[in-house]
Nanobody, 115 residues
């Protein structure tokens, strides 16, 4: 069982930046996939950025060039650096970890971008 706790959300003006953190309750060395998802009101949860094993990343087209996902295994933490934020980035952001068929989610952190 892995518990995930997100932090770093908040209210920011368009064009601003935030860095989200996701701290795992145990080592993430053996977790092949860590990712950030978001869910805006009335929308389905969608993948924002994923980080696979040895460093392969993938991003939603809407955030490419603006968001960066990274991990610090020593701190059991995954980050999402968000730059040039837009009002359409407003959502609850969730951290996900997956190891084989086991999927773990955090509780989410709210990001609100004002125009």
């Amino acid at each position: 069982q892995v518990q995930l706790v997100e932090s770093g959300g908040g209210l920011v003006q368009a064009g601003g930046s935030l860095r989200l953190s996701c701290v795992a309750s145990s080592s993430i060395d053996s977790i092949p996939f860590m990712g950030w998802y978001r869910q805006a009101t009335g929308n389905e949860r969608e993948l924002v950025a994923g980080l696979i094993g040895g460093g392969l990343t993938n991003y939603a087209d809407s955030v490419k060039g603006r968001f960066t996902i990274s991990r610090d295994n020593a701190k059991n933490t995954v980050y999402l650096q968000m730059n040039s934020l837009k009002p359409e980035d407003t959502a609850v952001y969730y951290c996900k970890a997956q190891r084989r068929s086991n999927v773990y989610w955090g509780q989410g952190t709210q990001v609100t971008v004002s125009s």
